[in-house]
């Protein structure tokens, strides 16, 4: 018997619910643990605050005296909270989070003890480094990076500690994090889209990037999660038979939550809530115990802080209901795997959503310039958006058992797909005053000022228009959503640069009239721009051919797709923003090609332990009862047990046959990985890893499924997918 799972089984089947209940008024809880506006202006003199207020808005620099005050309030106020200590926090590139708690505890030379927190703690600390993935920018012998503070995303309470959200820069100023270059492609979407903003309104005067972001995720019981060595190590499952009941009834999507994860959800939003996280939809996702969580969408910077915090939370939250929670993009083959959407837009400083179609023909023609910019950003960087999503774990969803494709296009919906065409038939050069009549009132006055139509939604588009935004819907559920955003905003940036060039150029050299440049330039876009938009079933194989012949790309591994980071291409466009420089492009190549490398040698070392160690000497077991059973029958029949004994001998075959198939394919593994390790390079050993390492996978896979459902359950030791994904 398989003490294990079936102790684990025994474990969840007797769970008392960890009961929840909140009926607190959810906005008097909102930012109740973040130093606010609200506590600032109650906690700081009038100038701190100004002084924070303007660095917040206009990045200006806080002097430090006046971190002094800052520090001091924040400690009074943290203080006052119950907190006990202080940490920056940031994101290496490990993929989450970091922090290193120090006490506010300080000692007098006389020996009293006081708690002490000054703006030189507040502005900048030095964690010890150099344990964080550099990819070689820092010697580990010179391992100091530092991290600084970050004042546009607010300090909060987490635990007992004040967390300062911060950067994290080596000494010699490179990043080493996900928040710097995101902060300097926050500030060149900014520059840029305030310039072409100005077109239509003088008036801004900044213009933010906002992120929705939509994180699926599994949940399962945790005493059933840890009975998986593979679920442990790598978060999701390597082996597995589909259970006979899987996601074909569609009875799970959108359905009543269950009990047990209902709790859990409310834990994690009042927790969620305090620390101003705006967290507003919570649903049944379309896979057995897979869920959803959604908030209201926030300025880029902070709504990517607010995820990396949320996914914290929610382990902490998921371990006190019993509960181990997944980000993995596909922890069981034959379910649907989890995404992160990324509802992506502008917004100006009067309040204007720039992706939003207004009610005259002028806020429209800013909508369009916007829409068609962004389309031809996508169109001009498609393998960079791509590579911007690529992980180990993405791999199982874009392009591989899973929509939606690695190649990147956009939907847009019927109504604007009109529009563009009958723009791009317009006259070239000035436009006759009929003309621009005609299109004023009959095209670019038509667009409704609601474009929220349900029924126009592509689910298979991986970068979809929805209205009022674009939803980015190819990002991995586990992914920091720092480098995608810093992608797209990096490219709208160079778009829009260009675009305003384009449009001054036409209006002092050829004479023209604003609109007329912008409807002249917007024209050209539609045209070359049109091999990126798709309307149709992303997901067919038609799409893929289509695809090819329209020479867009579709890179299916994550080695692959990395190529695009390092382009040349690339490199000018960071360089040229002053987002990133070659030192730290090429960096940040090398430490994502290196993590793959090291995701793909665990998997095969895990699925190698579990295949040899767990199912081929339960298989003997169980083979070695046929084989008394046979022996029994031939005492008891003689020479007629060959037929009594036909399915069993047979099974006995069949075992021998999977055993063997799993034991060499296991070697030739292993083989494969001790050459990968021999390679020098971090991309050709990626690419082997790719390419010899990981097609074992699912061969080994498929034998050891196979036994999974020859084997007596009594025996099997690996908690079933049924056992997973349907304990409640
Ligand atoms: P769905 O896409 O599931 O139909 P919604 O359209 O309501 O749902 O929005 C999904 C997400 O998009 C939410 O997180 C929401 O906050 C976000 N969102 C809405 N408007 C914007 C915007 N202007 N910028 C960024 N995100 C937005
Ligand atoms: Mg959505």
Not at 72 to 79: C, I, P, R
Not at 201 to 211: A, E, G, P, R
Not at 346 to 361: E, F, I, Q, R
Request: contains cysteine; neutral net charge.
């Amino acid at each position: 018997m398989s003490t294990l799972r079936f102790q684990a089984l025994f474990e969840a089947q007797n769970r008392k619910p960890v009961v929840f209940e909140d009926s607190t008024n959810r906005s008097q809880l909102f930012g109740e643990n973040v130093f606010n506006k609200q506590s600032m202006r109650q906690y700081m003199t009038p100038e701190a605050f100004e002084s924070v207020m303007n660095a917040m808005e206009y990045g200006h620099k806080i002097e430090r005296k006046v971190a002094d005050q800052v520090a001091s309030a924040m400690k009074s106020w943290a203080l006052n909270k119950g907190a006990t200590h202080y940490t920056h926090w940031f994101q290496p590139l490990t993929g989450s989070t970091a922090e290193k708690h120090d006490a506010f505890l300080d000692m007098l030379p006389n020996g009293e003890a006081l708690e002490k927190f000054d703006g030189a703690q507040l502005v900048q600390q030095e964690p010890d480094a150099s344990s964080f993935p550099s990819g070689g920018i820092r010697n580990t012998f010179e391992a100091r990076g530092y991290t600084a503070w970050d004042p546009t995303s607010p300090a909060f309470i987490y635990g007992t500690a004040l967390c300062i959200p911060t950067i994290f820069v080596s000494y010699t100023g490179e990043a080493l994090d996900n928040k710097t270059p995101l902060l300097k492609s926050l500030q060149a979407v900014d520059d840029a889209a305030t310039q072409v903003a100005k077109y239509f309104d003088k008036n801004v005067t900044k213009v933010i990037s906002t992120l929705g972001w939509e994180q699926e995720y599994f949940l399962i019981d945790a005493a059933l999660a840890n009975s998986r060595p593979d679920i442990s190590l790598t978060g999701r499952s390597l082996i597995g038979h589909s259970p006979a009941k899987g996601q074909q009834l569609d009875d799970h999507y959108f359905g009543s939550i269950p009990s047990r994860a209902l709790n859990f959800m409310r834990e994690l939003e009042l927790e969620s809530l305090k620390l101003g996280i705006p967290v507003k939809t919570r649903h049944n996702e379309v896979a057995p115990n897979q869920f959803e969580l959604a908030p209201i969408y926030e300025e880029a910077n902070l709504a990517v802080d607010h995820n990396s915090l949320l996914m914290d939370i929610m382990g902490k939250i998921a371990e006190k209901h019993n509960f181990c929670v997944l980000f993995h993009e596909k922890p069981f083959a034959g379910i649907n795997g989890s995404g992160k959407h990324n509802n992506w837009s502008l917004a100006t400083s009067t309040g204007v959503n720039l992706l939003s179609p207004g009610k005259t023909p002028m806020k429209n023609l800013q909508f369009l310039t916007f829409f068609i910019n962004t389309i031809k950003a996508v169109h001009d960087y498609e393998e960079l958006l791509r590579s911007g999503i690529a992980s180990a774990g993405n791999d199982h969803r874009l392009g591989a058992n899973e929509a939606p494709p690695a190649i990147i296009s956009v939907f847009i919906g019927k109504q604007l797909s009109d529009v563009l065409d009958e723009l791009e038939n317009i006259t070239k050069g000035k436009l006759s005053p009929e003309e621009k009549t005609d299109l004023k009132l009959n095209v670019v006055g038509k667009i409704p000022e609601i474009l929220l139509d349900n029924t126009d939604r592509n689910r298979t588009s991986p970068f979809a228009f929805t209205g009022n935004k674009f939803e980015f819907r190819a990002v991995g559920s586990s992914a920091n959503c720092a480098t995608p955003m810093m992608i797209l905003n990096a490219i709208v940036a160079k778009q829009l640069i260009y675009f305003k060039e384009q449009v001054d150029k036409l209006i002092e050299e050829k004479d023209m009239k604003k609109d007329d440049a912008i409807f002249n330039i917007l024209r050209e876009y539609i045209k070359v721009s049109k091999k990126i938009r798709f309307e149709g079933d992303g997901y067919s194989k038609a799409w893929e051919d289509e695809a090819e012949k329209r020479g867009l790309s579709n890179h299916k591994t994550t080695p692959q797709a990395l190529k695009a980071k390092v382009a040349k291409k690339t490199i000018q466009l960071f360089e040229s923003l002053k987002i990133m420089n070659k030192v730290e492009i090429l960096a940040r190549h090398e430490i994502e090609l290196d993590e793959y490398t090291l995701k793909i040698q665990i998997e095969g070392r895990v699925i190698g332990d579990l295949a040899r160690n767990h199912i081929i000497p339960t298989a003997i077991r169980y083979q070695n009862t046929l084989i008394k059973n046979v022996k029994g029958l031939k005492n008891i029949f003689g020479d007629d047990f060959k037929t009594i004994a036909e399915e069993q001998l047979m099974l006995i075959k069949d075992i021998s046959h999977h055993i063997s198939q799993i034991n060499s394919k296991i070697t030739f593994m292993t083989d494969e990985r001790k050459k990968a390790n021999k390679i020098e390079e971090s991309e050709k050993r990626a690419f082997a890893y790719c390419k010899n390492v990981k097609p074992y996978f699912e061969e080994i896979r498929y034998h050891c499924d196979k036994l999974e459902v020859l084997v007596d359950d009594e025996l099997w030791p690996m908690t079933k997918f049924r056992e997973l994904l349907f304990t409640r």
